[in-house]
């Protein structure tokens, strides 16, 4: 299953390119108007200043039509997702020893598709997350105090995650579209992270007496979002060493 989506938020595709650097991904560069492409890698991002850096084209061909500014695309794959940056243009370029270097403003919004089982990370059995629910009181209610529980968090994405709670707990937490929040603990972070989710799919296991509810999360801020993307890349990482070791 694909989900196809437009990220125009800057601070997500800041991160989305340096992920691309810090995982060393190779990049698909293709000049549309001349039907020619080469592939290279990004080699610096800074987002203060919105651009990034890759390195020279190998295609003496593709390396004219840069430094022509002629638009090309950017296509590469990051932990199962698809990402497209169109119409890019080298703004600057500065000579380097091991080649030349294209200065590229940070686009305003990238394509990507994400494979969704490709994509989500599943948490259990790699790093314990304690999970802290609180349910959001109704509008007409608001001096009602929020009812709280705590779960477990059994995979994750970057648009949502899934939560184990027991058969108790989960009858209250996993009425269709409902609003709360989270709060978890993240390894490696200081502060706990409080996102605001709603409820997708509820499912109740007999056998475990335990209620698993999947969530999307809703219009959280920037700082939020890249804090889960993170945490998204680490789980991931960690999923892969531990395949490599039964390889």
Known sequence: ??????????????????????????????????????????????????????DEFPSAGCHKQALAGEAFDLRASLNGV????????????????????????????????????????????LIEVPVEIALVPPGDAPDQEPVTTEAQLADISADGCR???????????????????LRMQFPDTEEPLNVRVITRHSRFLERSKLW?????????????????????TQVQRLERQREAMFD
């Open 1 to 54: 299953m694909e989900k196809d989506f437009i990220i125009s938020n800057q601070a997500r595709i800041s991160w989305i390119m340096q992920s691309l650097r810090d995982d060393h991904q190779l990049i698909d560069v293709d000049f549309p108007d001349r039907k020619i492409g080469a592939r290279s890698i990004i080699v610096d991002v800074n987002a203060d200043e919105g651009y990034f850096s890759i």
């Open 82 to 125: 698809d990402v497209t940056a169109k119409a890019l243009v080298v703004e600057n370029v500065i000579d380097d020893p091991h080649g030349a270097l294209y200065q590229i403003q940070i686009p305003g919004s990238v394509h990507y598709v994400q494979r969704r089982e490709t994509f989500r990370a599943r948490v259990t059995g």
């Open 163 to 181: 939560l184990s709670l027991s058969g108790e707990e989960g009858s209250v937490f996993g009425a269709l579209d409902q609003r709360w929040t």
């Open 212 to 232: 698993y509810v999947g969530c999307q999360f809703d219009n959280n801020d920037a700082r939020s979002q890249q804090l889960i993307d993170r945490f998204v």
